[in-house]
């Protein structure tokens, strides 16, 4: 489960759950935990040690989004710096790992995936956070969204390829072949993550799905395809890993009515705000 701002009813309703999380650092944060070590310090104890060890905290993602275009993105690695050394000092830097999530924006190349590249404007943050993962053992999280590729070229990409629904390979880039996008949009960032100097770092998929409503293909049907699709096949791996189950979090558990954006932005829910299910999928 993804929490992408500290809550406190919902993380003690997670208590004891057993429920793994990523517990998000809200962009708006990052300048003042950057720039100061003490805030930091009081972020983790109040959000995390207060919680912990009943709520099992997995991953601090320090920003979600935000490189390579925004000003906000010069504060990541400080303030993953800060959290970094705020667990560290409870002893918990080698419970919960210290990362920042990115898109397919950071990618100045992806085809074919082999050649997965950051773009230039990205590498000038994602080396040295990059190096920072490396030091720490921890992974990269990064929001796959193969549907956003797909509707905005969809003369070019096959739906049933982006809804892992080929029958055969569609992308032959040797040795590998991909029958999915899904998988050539993430062995674009391992190949990415080699050429910035982090050939160990791993991929956590920190969001993913497909939009139930108010775009193109986005259907309850689609949406549903997908996301089962999804949890069938992280288990497998990609081409460029096989066999290395791909850790995957849905995007997202509710439909967002009043969410600002493009109307498929309100429509990524496993359920309705009133908590009725838009479509119902099996998680194991």
Known sequence: MRVYSPDAATLQALRR????????VPNEHLQGLA?????AADWVRR?????????????IAVGNELIPDTRL????????RNVYAALSSVGLRNDIKVSTAVDA????SSFPPSAGNFSAAALVYMIPIVQFLTSTGAPLLANI??????????SNVALSYALFEARGAVVLDPPYSYQNLFDAMLDALYAALVYAGGPDVALVVSESGWPSAGGSAATVGNAKTYVQNLIRHAPRGTPRNPGRAIETYVFAMFNENQKAGA??????????????????????
Not at 35 to 39: C, H, K, P, Q, V
Not at 73 to 80: D, E, G, K, R, Y
Not at 145 to 154: D, R, W
């Open 17 to 24: 759950s057993n429920i793994g999380l990523i517990l998000d």
């Open 35 to 39: 720039s100061n070590a003490s805030a």
């Open 47 to 59: 959000n995390v040690v207060a919680y912990w060890p009943d709520v099992r905290f997995r991953y």
């Open 73 to 80: 993105a010069q504060f990541i690695l400080p303030a993953m």
């Open 105 to 108: 924006g950071v990618l100045g």
């Open 145 to 154: 969204y193969p549907y956003f590729s797909y509707a905005s070229s969809p």
């Open 263 to 284: 109307e498929t932005e309100k429509h990524f829910g496993l359920f309705y705000p009133n908590k009725q299910p838009v479509y119902t999928i099996q998680f194991l």
